[in-house]
C-alpha cells in the first residue's frame, strides 16, 4: 500500500471523525483523559556527587560522602588519606524520566537532591553520574552544573533562605546512552488506558472508536481499558492512526462527589451532585467566659490583709437562624441554598456530613 493511500485514509478519517463529533461545551481529546500503551516513560537513578560548593556542603556526619570521594580520587590514579575534611562536597540522588522514544545521543532533564546534611547546593557542579534503570543497566550519564529555584545566604548571627536550596536541576543534563528495547510499529493493537475509573465514559470512549473509524477496532477490557485493533492500512505506520486516535472527541462522565479539605476548609462539589428536600437550620452559639476579681482592702491602721473575692462573668450569645428548605437539582440551585442558611465554607463541611448522615445527598463525601 502506498503512503498517498494512506495519508487519503488518513484524511478520511479525520474528516469521519469532525463530522460525528462536532465540538461539544463538555467535549475533550481522547488524549486528554487516557494515556496510550507503550508511550511511556521509565525512571532512572544513581548516585553522585556535587563539586564546588562554597562551605555549605555535607560535613562530617555524612561518612559516605567521605568514602565516595576517596574511591573516586583513587580511581582518577590520587593517593588520599581517608580521614578528609571536605565541606565543598555533597553526596546527592540523581533521578531523570527517560521516554521511551528516546535515542543514543538524546539529552534529558535530571533532578539532583542531597541526602547529607548539605545546607545548599547553589554553584555546585555534578560529577559524571551513571543512572540505571529497574533492571541495574546504564541507560544516561549525568554531568553538568546546578541551577536552583532558591538561594540561602547566612552570616553570624542570621540567615536568610528562599524556597528549597538542597535540590536542583540540570537542564538536558543527561545524555541517552543506551535505547530501551521496544519497537512502537510493530504492534498488532494499542491499550488505550483510561484515566477515568467509570463504566459509562469507558462505553462511550469504545463506541467512539468503533464510530470513527467505520469498523469494530476497540473493545473494553475493563472499567479503564480498551484494547484497539490496528488497522491493515496502518500496519507499520502508527503514526498517522495514533494521531486519528487520541484526537476524538469525548464527553467524560463521572459519579457525583463532593470532596472537603477540612485543613483549609475547601469545599469542591461535581455538576452531578444532588440533595434531596430537606429543612436545614444552621446557627453557632459563643460563650465568653471573664474574670474580673475585686479586691477589698483593710481599713487604716490595722494588721489585717488585703481581701481578694473572685468574680466570674459569663455572657451567651447564640446566633438564631431559621429553617430553611434545601432541594438541589443543579449545583446553582444547591449553592444557592446552601448559602442562604448563611453557611461559611467551614460550616458547609458541618452542613454536607450531616445531610449525608440524614440520607438526603445523593454523592460520595471524601475527606481529605
Known amino acids: 500500500m502506498t503512503n498517498t493511500f494512506k495519508l487519503l485514509s488518513l484524511s478520511l478519517v479525520l474528516l469521519f471523525i469532525g463530522a460525528l463529533y462536532p465540538v461539544q461545551a463538555h467535549a475533550v481529546r481522547l488524549k486528554d483523559i487516557a494515556n496510550f500503551g507503550g508511550v511511556r516513560t521509565n525512571q532512572l537513578v ?18 559516605f560522602t567521605i568514602r565516595s570521594m576517596v574511591n573516586m580520587l ?11 575534611r571536605v565541606r565543598n ?45 529497574i533492571d541495574g543497566e546504564i541507560y544516561a550519564l549525568a554531568q553538568g552544573p546546578l541551577t536552583l529555584g532558591g538561594f540561602s545566604v547566612e552570616g553570624q548571627a542570621a540567615q536568610i533562605t528562599t524556597n528549597i536550596t538542597t535540590v ?34 469507558t462505553s462511550q470512549v469504545t463506541e467512539s472508536i468503533n464510530s470513527a473509524f467505520g469498523q469494530n ?48 476548609g475547601t469545599v469542591v462539589m461535581g455538576e452531578n451532585v444532588r440533595i434531596s428536600r430537606v429543612a436545614v437550620s444552621h446557627g453557632d452559639m459563643t460563650i465568653v467566659v471573664r474574670e474580673d476579681p475585686q479586691v ?42 446552601l448559602n442562604s442558611v448563611g453557611a461559611t465554607p467551614r460550616d458547609l463541611i458541618t452542613i454536607l456530613r450531616t445531610i449525608k448522615a440524614a440520607g438526603a445527598l445523593y454523592a460520595e463525601l471524601e475527606v481529605i
Open 46 to 63: 544513581g548516585y553522585g556527587l556535587v563539586v564546588g560548593l562554597t562551605g555549605t556542603g555535607d560535613n562530617r556526619g555524612a561518612p
Open 217 to 264: 477496532l476497540a473493545a473494553a477490557e475493563d472499567i479503564s481499558s480498551i484494547r484497539v485493533d490496528i488497522p491493515r492500512e496502518f500496519k507499520g505506520n502508527l503514526i498517522p492512526f495514533m494521531a486519528a486516535l487520541e484526537n476524538i472527541q469525548v464527553t467524560p462522565d463521572s459519579p457525583a462527589r463532593v470532596v472537603v479539605d477540612e485543613k483549609t
Open 296 to 337: 477589698f482592702m483593710p481599713a487604716p491602721f490595722t494588721d489585717a490583709d488585703p481581701v481578694v473575692v473572685p468574680r466570674t462573668d459569663i455572657a451567651v450569645e447564640e446566633q438564631i437562624n431559621p429553617l430553611v428548605v434545601i432541594e438541589g437539582a443543579t449545583i446553582n440551585e444547591l449553592v444557592d441554598g
Open 74 to 84: 583513587e580511581g582518577m590514579g590520587v593517593s588520599v588519606d581517608a580521614d578528609l
Open 168 to 201: 536542583a536541576r540540570i537542564p538536558n543534563g543527561a545524555m541517552i546512552e543506551r535505547e530501551i528495547p521496544y519497537r512502537f510499529n510493530a504492534q498488532e493493537n494499542i491499550l488505550v488506558n483510561l484515566n477515568i475509573h467509570d463504566f459509562s465514559t
Open 89 to 133: 562536597v555533597a553526596a546527592v540522588i540523581v533521578t531523570a524520566d527517560m521516554p521511551a522514544s528516546s535515542r543514543s545521543g538524546t539529552k534529558i532533564d535530571v533532578t539532583v537532591s542531597s541526602i547529607g546534611d548539605a545546607r545548599s547546593l547553589q554553584g555546585g557542579v555534578l560529577i559524571q553520574t551513571p543512572l540505571k534503570g
